[in-house]
């Protein structure tokens, strides 16, 4: 997998200026990185908003157009996340998801990233489980692998990428390990040359000329956050491997049931939008009015408050963005909460780092959608803070 590095500066004064500066050109390329990808996602999200608008007000036989409009969005907000996920300090998002579906999405990505030297092979079971990990992170992992690979085998050589359902034995975990199903996630490369230079015992770290910013104890920490477990093995000159094993969800039926089961509108509810742009607060206040919900919208926080004291509407649901001018999503809903206790509140964000209030503030919690989403997504979160 190339160099491992340790993430320690080296010894000596110019040695630690030069790693000094590099974090500091990381982070800044982080930062607008994130404020680029803000913006973006803001400008997908009303892209998104008016053409689903749109395909509501035509007949199924015109809708081809903005249906295409709406998948290359869709592809376009995908890279975008992709990324977001390599920058760091993310917010971690653990979900529910298939291996499969992830290391197929980002498989041009490793393409490219492995070189025209190294050939890249899938083979994934499509018999597995879901796992309970952050998407991005496995993405990271992956694509990063990849890069060391390519460093390693300068003389070209094979990748392999393979998922499996496994039963790990009491025989064969330790320590805090636990027996039991898991899917593995293995990235193996194979050499058409040359020489690795990671060492041969698990746990070892390698020397300090990766070119890559993922460490070995990086590696372990992503995966221990899924609750999984790495092996690690190599061969000097052939080439190493890393597997992954990840505790296996069960797919109940009831999930699918759940899933699969239509819910009824709540026409009585009365959802408030706060969100200081136009192009994203009309559209999808005109998209709930249309599923039958009353909508009332503020451009800002004060004029939101304002309205909830004026008017003394019956709020159900508070939808808010995070970033705004003068008063946060968050001191907003800080607000109306004194106002109504009981009001839930769905955070709307194009920023991956937003989206939980201060200080971890209990009142303030509730659900965070980033941006851009579909309608058909807002209205599962606004019925699953509802309980409906």
Same mark, same amino acid.
């Given at each position: 997998?190339?160099?491992?590095?340790?993430?320690?500066?080296?010894?000596?004064?110019?040695?630690?200026?030069?790693?000094?500066?590099?974090?500091?050109?990381?982070?800044?390329?982080?930062?607008?990185?994130?404020?680029?990808?803000?913006?973006?996602?803001?400008?997908?999200?009303?892209?998104?908003?008016?053409?689903?608008?749109?395909?509501?007000?035509?007949?199924?036989?015109?809708?081809?157009?903005?249906?295409?409009?709406?998948?290359?969005?869709?592809?376009?907000?995908?890279?975008?996340?992709?990324?977001?996920?390599?920058?760091?300090?993310?917010?971690?998002?653990?979900?529910?998801?298939?291996?499969?579906?992830? &290391? @197929?999405? *980002? #498989?041009?990505? +490793? /393409?490219?990233?492995? %070189?025209?030297?190294?050939?890249?092979?899938? =083979?994934?079971?499509?018999?597995?489980?879901?796992?309970?990990?952050?998407?991005?992170?496995?993405?990271?992992?992956?694509?990063?692998?990849?890069?060391?690979?390519?460093?390693?085998?300068?003389?070209?050589?094979?990748?392999?990428?393979?998922?499996?359902?496994?039963?790990?034995?009491?025989?064969?975990?330790?320590?805090?390990?636990?027996?039991?199903?898991?899917?593995?996630?293995?990235?193996?490369?194979?050499?058409?040359?040359?020489?690795?230079?990671?060492?041969?015992?698990?746990?070892?770290?390698?020397?300090?000329?990766?070119?890559?910013?993922?460490? &070995? @104890?990086? *590696? #372990?920490?992503? +995966? /221990?956050?899924?609750? %999984?477990?790495?092996?690690?093995?190599?061969? =000097?000159?052939?080439?190493?491997?890393?597997?992954?094993?990840?505790?296996?969800?069960?797919?109940?039926?009831?999930?699918?049931?759940?899933?699969?089961?239509?819910?009824?509108?709540?026409?009585?509810?009365?959802?408030?939008?706060?969100?200081?742009?136009?192009?994203?607060?009309?559209?999808?206040?005109?998209?709930?009015?249309?599923?039958?919900?009353?909508?009332?919208?503020?451009?800002?926080?004060?004029?939101?408050?304002?309205?909830?004291?004026?008017?003394?509407?019956?709020?159900?649901?508070?939808?808010?963005?995070?970033?705004?001018?003068?008063?946060?999503?968050?001191?907003?809903?800080?607000?109306?909460?004194?106002?109504?206790?009981?009001?839930?509140?769905?955070?709307? =964000?194009?920023?991956?780092?937003?989206?939980?209030?201060?200080?971890?503030?209990?009142?303030?919690?509730?659900?965070?959608?980033?941006?851009?989403?579909?309608?058909?997504?807002?209205?599962?979160?606004?019925?699953?803070?509802?309980?409906?």
């Amino acid at each position: 997998m190339g160099n491992l590095q340790t993430g320690e500066p080296s010894s000596g004064s110019a040695s630690d200026m030069k790693t000094l500066l590099l974090a500091q050109k990381t982070e800044l390329i982080g930062e607008l990185t994130r404020a680029v990808a803000n913006q973006f996602n803001n400008t997908m999200m009303a892209v998104t908003s008016y053409a689903e608008l749109e395909m509501k007000r035509l007949p199924p036989s015109e809708r081809r157009t903005l249906e295409q409009v709406l998948k290359s969005a869709t592809r376009a907000t995908a890279l975008v996340q992709k990324l977001m996920g390599i920058s760091s300090n993310q917010v971690r998002s653990p979900q529910a998801v298939n291996l499969n579906s992830v &290391l @197929t999405d *980002i #498989r041009g990505l +490793v /393409e490219q990233l492995a %070189g025209e030297l190294i050939s890249v092979v899938y =083979s994934l079971d499509s018999d597995i489980s879901t796992v309970h990990v952050d998407p991005a992170e496995i993405e990271q992992l992956v694509l990063s692998l990849a890069i060391n690979s390519r460093h390693a085998m300068a003389k070209g050589g094979t990748i392999t990428v393979t998922t499996r359902p496994t039963r790990l034995a009491e025989d064969s975990v330790a320590g805090s390990e636990q027996p039991g199903e898991y899917v593995m996630l293995s990235v193996d490369d194979t050499f058409a040359g040359g020489t690795s230079t990671i060492r041969a015992e698990v746990g070892v770290e390698a020397d300090r000329t990766s070119k890559t910013s993922l460490s &070995l @104890t990086a *590696i #372990r920490a992503i +995966v /221990e956050s899924g609750d %999984g477990i790495t092996r690690f093995s190599t061969e =000097s000159g052939s080439g190493s491997s890393l597997k992954f094993y990840f505790p296996a969800q069960r797919q109940g039926r009831e999930v699918e049931e759940k899933r699969t089961t239509p819910r009824k509108v709540a026409l009585a509810r009365t959802i408030l939008i706060v969100e200081d742009d136009d192009a994203v607060r009309v559209p999808t206040s005109e998209l709930l009015k249309m599923e039958g919900f009353k909508v009332l919208q503020a451009g800002t926080g004060e004029e939101a408050i304002q309205i909830v004291q004026q008017k003394h509407p019956a709020l159900d649901v508070l939808i808010t963005d995070v970033v705004m001018p003068r008063m946060t999503g968050h001191e907003v809903a800080a607000r109306l909460l004194e106002l109504h206790p009981g009001l839930k509140v769905l955070y709307m =964000s194009g920023d991956t780092q937003e989206g939980m209030p201060p200080d971890n503030a209990e009142p303030l919690r509730g659900a965070t959608l980033r941006k851009p989403f579909r309608l058909e997504v807002l209205k599962d979160k606004i019925h699953e803070l509802l309980g409906e």
